[in-house]
């Protein structure tokens, strides 16, 4: 077995989901992922990426969460949820996802302004990090390009 290390940006995405669709998502049913309108949106403008989640034979590769997001609109807020003053707690769906780090940063502004564009939220919570090193091991006679 030997270890590939490579470069790569980690990109995750804060995403608001019904308290229904996070239920049943904390209780094993995936599926409500897939039935929720807005994170079938991000799934869908994620897949039209072709380098985000390139893992060579896996592709689209993400990790998820379900969480919270707890906040507090100031005065000229204009909120999809909440009102200005109060504090206001959201059911989330956290998408994370890598691409590599030598990626244009004309492609990265692509896919960053569409997932900004279509998130429902007033200031979206997008995170975009420096190269990280991703670690794969891969097992004796595996092919190039393959995950193991």
């Not at 209780?27 to 799934?43: C, F, I, K, P, T």
């Not at 993400?62 to 005065?75: L, N, P």
């Not at 780090?101 to 995170?127: K, Y």
Request: proline fraction near 4%; aromatic fraction near 10%.
């Amino acid at each position: 077995m030997s270890i590939q290390m490579r470069a790569a940006r980690k990109l995750r995405v804060h995403w608001p989901i019904s308290a229904e669709t996070f239920n049943r998502a904390a209780a094993g049913d995936l599926g409500a992922l897939s039935g929720d309108q807005g994170v079938a949106s991000l799934l869908q403008a994620v897949e039209q990426f072709q380098d985000l989640g390139d893992f060579g034979n896996y592709k689209h590769v993400f990790e998820s969460t379900v969480g919270f997001e707890g906040f507090t609109c100031a005065q000229g807020a204009t909120p999809t949820l909440g009102k200005v003053g109060e504090r206001t707690i959201s059911p989330t769906f956290v998408f994370t996802t890598y691409f590599d780090a030598q990626l244009s940063d004309d492609a990265v502004e692509g896919f960053m302004d569409q997932l900004a564009e279509i998130h429902p939220w007033e200031l979206p919570v997008i995170e975009l990090t420096g190269p990280v090193t991703i670690a794969a091991h891969r097992r004796a006679g595996e092919l190039e390009g393959e995950a193991a």
